[in-house]
């Protein structure tokens, strides 16, 4: 039998002043706490309680046994008032995962937004275009581009954007070619081809292949040399308002849409501060793409 339960209905007896009144405040039958009592003090071979029909008292070693079940009382109650403390308000720390294209414009001032509103909450982000393990690398929640393969973890979409080939106004304005260096990220591979659907049903589609590739690990060094001149890339729309340093090369055409997902770990008892975190990112994406679509 449950040690700290008899312990805990021992306390309780104790308290309410009877067997009777412990049974009514633990909403239990009178037979079983009274059970409880007598299989306690025979485990432990003396009398902790001596009762009569009006009165009970402890025993020497009885009272010195409650002193020390009321302790564990308190630390269990202690316990479970933490854990719910961190259900009522989102704190502890969350780690958090993105790739670049999504870390810096867009997860960052989120999470920034969320631990103002909840300063007991201790983010950590990392930046990586790589998908990391969440159990190896004890992530909490992670925004990827694209689906995931099937797992345990739970992914929902929470958003979508779409890339832009993209120059400086100046090169643009200029024309490209075939053999205009391309800055391609690492994550393209090694047969890059872009295939752009027209916004106008009569309008005809545009496929485009870069021959001469400079490759880079990030969007930001993607982005500063698109944005020194020269060459052309790929740029996340949402981060193309932003910047306002670079335009499309093809306005009128579009590339297919990206969805975003979130993933976590947990089954229905998602943490608060991993909820918090999901809620204000997913505020942040819904008002950027919003303003990119608008």
């Not at 009006?54 to 409650?66: A, E, I, P, W």
């Not at 001149?229 to 093809?250: A, E, K, W, Y």
């Not at 297919?256 to 918090?276: F, G, I, M, T």
Request: charged share 20%; hydrophobic share 40%; glycine share 4%.
């Amino acid at each position: 039998m449950n040690r700290s339960r008899q312990m805990s209905i021992f306390t309780h007896i104790v308290e309410q002043g009877s067997i009777s009144a412990a049974a009514d405040h633990l909403e239990l039958s009178k037979s079983v706490v009274s059970q409880h009592l007598k299989t306690l003090e025979s485990e432990l071979g003396t009398t902790l309680l001596i009762r009569t029909t009006r009165r009970q008292h402890l025993t020497d070693v009885g009272q010195l046994f409650y002193q020390r079940c009321r302790e564990m009382n308190e630390v269990i109650d202690s316990a479970w008032d933490l854990v719910r403390s961190y259900q009522v308000e989102p704190q502890g720390r969350v780690t958090i995962t993105a790739p670049d294209a999504l870390m810096n414009a867009l997860v960052a001032p989120a999470i920034a937004a969320a631990m103002s509103r909840y300063p007991k909450l201790r983010a950590e982000l990392i930046s990586s275009d790589e998908q990391l393990s969440l159990s190896a690398d004890t992530i909490d929640l992670a925004i990827r581009v694209g689906s995931s393969a099937a797992s345990t973890l739970k992914q929902r979409r929470i958003g979508s954007f779409r890339d832009q080939l993209c120059a400086t106004p100046a090169l643009a304005a200029a024309g490209i070619s075939e053999n205009t260096l391309y800055i391609a990220n690492r994550w393209q591979g090694d047969n890059i081809e872009h295939h752009l659907q027209p916004q106008e049903l009569s309008a005809a589609a545009i496929s485009f292949k870069p021959r001469n590739l400079c490759r880079v690990n990030s969007l930001n060094t993607a982005v500063a040399m698109i944005s020194s001149g020269g060459s052309i890339g790929l740029v996340p729309d949402f981060l193309v308002r932003q910047l306002n340093t670079l335009v499309p090369l093809f306005p009128d055409h579009q590339l297919v849409e990206n969805p975003v997902y979130a993933l976590h770990p947990y089954n229905s008892q998602v943490p608060r501060s991993v909820a918090a975190c999901l809620a204000a990112i997913e505020d942040t994406l819904e008002d950027t793409f919003s303003r990119s679509d608008g």
